[in-house]
């Protein structure tokens, strides 16, 4: 397994812009959440660049649907097991717990709407 000191990570939808037409989900907040705004939301994929890289995460940016600039949230997901983030890690186990399953994204955009996305 290689890892990637710089993990650049570019949208889907810059690769496959047809697909991602498809399917990007919008994510809709009602009126009656106190947490988040009220409105639509693009939850845009991105994934890692480098091909000899298998970090098997991606990060989602939460994207107001009115204000596309606007990038809310980055989460993380990682859809393999801790062990393998382990390994992946060279043995290194705060790294592997960050990878894990879903997170806030360290370093990733983030606003007072982030903690919402992620636990929702």
């Known amino acids: 397994m290689t890892t990637n000191a710089s993990m650049d990570f570019i949208p889907f939808y810059k690769c496959f812009p047809e697909i991602a037409l498809e399917e990007t989900y919008i994510w ?3 009126k ?3 947490k988040a705004r009220e409105g639509d939301y693009f939850l845009i ?5 480098d091909k000899t890289c298998d970090c098997c995460k991606v990060m989602i940016n939460v994207i107001p649907k009115n204000n596309r600039h606007d990038n809310l949230a980055t989460i993380g997901f990682g859809w393999e097991s801790l062990k393998f983030y ?16 879903t997170h806030v994204e360290i370093g990733g955009i983030q606003s007072k709407y982030t903690r919402f996305f992620r636990n929702s």
Do not use: F, H, P
């Open 45 to 49: 994929e991105n994934y890692c660049l």
């Open 86 to 101: 382990q390994r992946w890690a060279y043995g290194d186990k705060e790294i592997a717990t960050m990878m894990e399953g």
């Open 28 to 30: 809709t907040v009602l």
């Open 32 to 34: 009656n959440s106190i």
